[in-house]
């Protein structure tokens, strides 16, 4: 049971990415999906959440407008894609799952699987 993010790389300010969360030994979109990130020097913050169930999604408010997470259910993976990239976006991105009848508040808490994160760099 993993979850493995990919799709990072180094892009100018104003591109885009789309990071890709795929999951192997258990079916993704039973499960709430958060995707976090962390800049050397600054804590881990939650970027973008979807839930279980309806599939409602949730972001940070220095990515909403810029940034949408999705499921492809048949591939059994969550991106998120990324626009208008800025320099602050700059971090190791990460996503993670948390057990299905988990009672945290919010969508980003009570993660307890992580994947390997992907580095994401926003530069001219």
């Known amino acids: 049971v993993q979850l493995q993010a990919s799709g990072g790389g180094l892009v100018q300010p104003g591109g885009s990415l789309r990071l890709s969360c795929a999951a192997s030994g258990f079916t993704l979109d039973y499960y709430a999906i958060g995707w976090f990130r962390q800049a050397p020097g600054k804590e881990r913050e939650g970027v973008s959440c979807i839930s279980n169930g309806d599939g409602s999604t949730y972001y940070a408010d220095s990515v909403k407008d810029r940034f949408t997470i999705s499921r492809d259910n048949a591939k059994n993976t969550v991106y998120l894609q990324m626009n208008s990239l800025k320099p602050e976006d700059t971090a190791v991105y990460y996503c993670?799952?948390?057990?299905?009848?988990?009672?945290?508040?919010?969508?980003?808490?009570?993660?307890?699987?992580w994947g390997k994160g992907t580095q994401v760099t926003v530069s001219s």
């Open positions: 993670a799952t948390k057990p299905a009848d988990s009672d945290w508040p919010t969508c980003f808490g009570g993660m307890d699987l």
